[in-house]
């Protein structure tokens, strides 16, 4: 036992001595990088960060295997692509140093709150989406309802008006009541409530999509472009259910074709949890409405 410690000591010994410096200056750029990369996690700069990442991975194949041409036009086009990543992210860069400047930078250190306090939604929870789904389609009132499942929609949530509410069919149908303060605009989903109301979306530029549709179903197939969401979309026309998901519009048949879609991605959360795998993404069977 002794020699043992006695080789521990002696191999401990060969590593720099940390000074009480040292620890403080460790807490602090620990603290700078979870908060960096919360922020990350919070906006599209996450997105970014996944190519620059898959970027890099090819910098390091292409150096590894010794692929000079493509070594030296990666070399010459990261420059430009820096420069382009801040043009891209200046409003996500610019609010960053206007809340910093705007609150006391000791609060919420150290709080591990990241901001997306997510919980997985519940069956019940999906009960109660489809019968205010099918409520509203009845009598053709128009709703926008997104499910925020791995990809935060803080971006989006900050657009419209906090709720909180836990979700129930009553809530949602009041919320698209027409001539109410909340009918206009997108509602975010967060686990079992209802997060924020009257949230702007991103429309897609896809000029595949139908022209019988509307800026309602443009907008779920755009907000399913940036994110893994799924939007239930309920047409004032014509009253009928479709689901936007992974770039692509569904047309859900009836509420038992609903309840089968949101379970499934309820699953698909779960699982993606759990082994945290890479999910691919289905190739053109949702791209079209039938």
Same mark, same amino acid.
């Given at each position: 036992?002794?020699?043992?410690?006695?080789? /521990?000591?002696?191999?401990?010994?060969?590593?720099?001595?940390?000074?009480?410096?040292?620890?403080?200056?460790?807490?602090?750029?620990?603290?700078?990088?979870?908060?960096?990369?919360?922020?990350? /996690?919070?906006?599209?700069?996450?997105?970014?960060?996944?190519?620059?990442?898959?970027?890099?991975?090819?910098?390091?194949?292409?150096?590894?295997?010794?692929?000079?041409?493509?070594?030296?036009?990666?070399?010459?086009?990261?420059?430009?692509?820096?420069? /382009?990543?801040?043009?891209?992210?200046?409003?996500?860069? %610019?609010?960053?140093?206007?809340?910093?400047?705007?609150?006391?930078?000791?609060?919420?250190?150290?709080?591990?709150?990241?901001?997306?306090?997510?919980?997985?939604?519940?069956?019940?929870?999906?009960?109660?989406?489809?019968?205010?789904?099918? =409520? /509203?389609?009845? $009598?053709?009132?128009?709703?926008?309802?997104?499910?925020?499942?791995?990809?935060?929609?803080?971006?989006?949530?900050?657009?419209?008006?906090?709720?909180?509410?836990?979700?129930?069919?009553?809530?949602?149908?009041?919320?698209?009541?027409?001539?109410?303060?909340?009918?206009?605009?997108?509602? $975010?989903?967060?686990?079992? %409530?209802?997060?924020?109301?009257?949230?702007?979306?991103?429309?897609?530029?896809?000029?595949?999509?139908?022209?019988?549709?509307?800026?309602?179903?443009?907008?779920?197939?755009?907000?399913?472009?940036?994110?893994?969401?799924?939007?239930?979309?309920?047409? =004032?026309?014509?009253?009928?259910?479709?689901?936007?998901?992974?770039?692509?519009?569904?047309?859900?048949?009836?509420?038992?074709?609903?309840?089968?879609?949101?379970?499934?991605?309820?699953?698909?959360?779960?699982?993606?949890?759990?082994?945290?795998?890479?999910?691919?993404? %289905?190739?053109?069977?949702?791209?079209?409405?039938?």
């Amino acid at each position: 036992m002794a020699d043992f410690l006695g080789g /521990m000591y002696s191999w401990v010994s060969f590593l720099p001595r940390i000074s009480k410096t040292n620890l403080v200056e460790i807490v602090i750029i620990a603290i700078l990088l979870y908060e960096l990369l919360t922020w990350i /996690m919070n906006t599209r700069a996450w997105t970014l960060l996944k190519g620059i990442i898959m970027i890099l991975l090819f910098y390091l194949f292409a150096y590894v295997f010794r692929l000079y041409n493509i070594f030296w036009i990666l070399n010459k086009i990261a420059t430009p692509a820096v420069t /382009m990543a801040i043009v891209i992210f200046q409003p996500e860069l %610019r609010k960053v140093l206007e809340q910093l400047g705007s609150k006391n930078p000791f609060t919420g250190i150290l709080t591990f709150d990241d901001g997306r306090t997510r919980s997985q939604f519940t069956d019940k929870t999906i009960n109660e989406l489809v019968k205010a789904t099918y =409520e /509203m389609a009845k $009598v053709k009132t128009g709703a926008l309802i997104v499910i925020e499942r791995s990809d935060s929609l803080k971006e989006i949530e900050r657009t419209g008006i906090e709720v909180g509410g836990i979700v129930s069919s009553q809530l949602l149908i009041n919320i698209f009541e027409h001539n109410t303060p909340l009918h206009d605009g997108a509602v $975010v989903i967060r686990g079992n %409530r209802v997060a924020a109301a009257t949230c702007y979306l991103p429309l897609t530029d896809n000029m595949t999509i139908s022209k019988d549709l509307g800026t309602r179903h443009r907008a779920a197939v755009g907000v399913s472009e940036v994110s893994d969401s799924v939007t239930i979309v309920v047409s =004032e026309e014509t009253g009928r259910v479709i689901v936007a998901m992974e770039g692509g519009l569904k047309r859900i048949a009836d509420a038992d074709m609903l309840k089968s879609v949101l379970g499934g991605a309820k699953q698909a959360v779960e699982e993606g949890s759990r082994f945290r795998i890479l999910k691919g993404r %289905r190739k053109n069977e949702e791209k079209n409405i039938k």
